[in-house]
């Protein structure tokens, strides 16, 4: 915190500028990554990250199936940093994620995935980082210096730049159009108000968040944002996956937070949302539904499903910031944690 200013709060507000800077940095290498993959297609794509930067691979990899069909598994770096394993991905396409770009791990797997062959790219905030200089290919994420422990503007730069790889690698003009619409709605989407949800998530001792589709991984970054910087345990579900087991968890009262799509995968997770406001349990909701016992949240008008859950996390930083404020948590100094951390 300097002078007052809540470091967190102001990262945040500069993500809208930050996407507008990535585009034209990111114009030259990702021409040459998506000549060399429409040149050779991969069967599979393999990312690794951690963190932050793991929920965006989640949703990297919502992107690249939904849009190019090419299954996206993510790697586990202990198998080569732990069990000394290299994995077959000769003409397969690495797709690492990092703000720092120091992670041991992280560095020695996307190594192993180069020697073996694949193509290897770095979304990646540090361009002089020792990751970027293991991969082929390095995307910025031109977010530049982040001091805030918590990601916030390297979240969301993460997500535009894989929103920027799958447009072009899959030629959806449509996607590049809302992808260019992303900032002004971005500077939107930061005063929107969920402050709605403070009262019955400070007191509570659990909650659940909920996505699909384009909102798991929104689902995903909100729930360790809840645990990182709020001090609050929360796990992140697909709505399906809820439904085998961890919905024993509901009683009345308990607090559940719906990132609703704005596409398909909205009428399931509609329907378990109304579920669950019959269980009576303190629902809260981005959907557009009128539910009895639910709190709707406000969002902006729909435009294009990806792109409105990159907005929908924008809004919930600012709720995350609310509610560590009224919980006593400084959200710029999370206890036991560093803005960069190091595993091998």
Partial sequence: MINGEILMAAELGESPHVVSRQFELLSRPLNQLCTSLKARPPRVVVTCARGSSAYAASFGKHLIERYLGIPVAAAAPSITTIYGRDLQLESQFFLVISQSGRSDDLIETAASARRAGALTAAIINDVDSPLAATCDIVLPMAAGLESSVAATKTFIASLAALLSLVAAWSDETSLEA???????????????????????????????????????AIAQEAALKLKEVCNLHAEAYSGAEFQHGPIALVSSGYP??????????????STLTADLCRKRAAVFTTGRDDLPGAVRLPILQPDRPETDAVCLIQSFFGLAVHLATHRGVNVDQPRNLQKVTRTR
């Fill in 178 to 216: 809302a992808l260019n619409r992303l900032p002004g709605r971005l500077a939107e989407a930061t005063h929107l108000d969920w402050s709605r949800a403070v009262d019955a998530m400070s007191c509570a001792n659990s909650l659940v968040t909920l996505g699909r589709g384009p909102t798991l």
């Fill in 256 to 269: 559940v937070l719906i990132f609703m799509p704005s596409d398909k995968s909205a009428e399931p997770l």
